[in-house]
């Protein structure tokens, strides 16, 4: 497996961790591509909201290029077709999360007998709406809040506003 492929998968872990904890399914797809790796759901309606089922799509990167890691943001670079997929409407609301790592992918997983522990955390960002890129760039750089961390209780939040029908 490549360096690419293990970080892949541990983001799919890390992904499947935060959802078991908060009580969510989890949709995996055989192929990427549309900008999806995964959808996570709940059963019922969430936090007061009407819409049943709530569901977001996810598309997942990792890194362990500490560059992205700034003090108030993760920039990420995204290609113009992946950003346009991505800022577009779609029937279920979609997320860019980036699982930051540690610069030693071998340092990302530790476990033993009594723990499994996985190093650092992701970030999730919404670009419904964005910004065309504009000119001929072939890219764009996107800035993903440190205050966005993809948790058991902010992934609960999401699905809350998404029964609720609400902006992400």
């Known amino acids: 497996m490549t360096p690419q492929q293990q970080r892949e998968e541990v983001s799919k872990a890390y992904v499947a ?3 078991a904890q908060g009580g969510f399914k989890l949709g995996t797809w055989t192929q990427d591509d549309d900008c999806l790796d995964v959808t996570v759901g ?38 113009r077709a992946h950003y346009d997929k991505l800022r577009h409407d779609a029937v279920l609301p979609r997320l860019l999360v980036v699982l930051m790592l540690p610069e030693k992918l071998e340092h990302s997983v530790e476990h033993g007998a009594d723990k499994l522990v996985m190093r ?9 709406g ?19 961390v993809f948790s058991p209780d902010a992934l609960k939040s999401l699905l809350e506003k ?4 609400e902006t992400l």
């Open 17 to 19: 961790a935060v959802a």
């Open 42 to 79: 709940a059963a019922g309606t969430l936090g007061g909201g009407t819409l049943a089922g709530p569901k977001l799509d996810l598309q997942l990167k990792a890194s362990t290029d500490q560059g992205h890691d700034h003090p108030e943001h993760i920039a990420w670079s995204l290609s």
């Open 120 to 128: 650092r955390c992701a970030y999730w960002t919404c670009l419904l």
């Open 130 to 148: 964005a910004d065309a890129i504009r000119g001929t760039a072939e890219s764009t750089t996107v800035h993903l809040a440190k205050a966005n």
């Open 162 to 165: 998404v029964s609720r029908e």
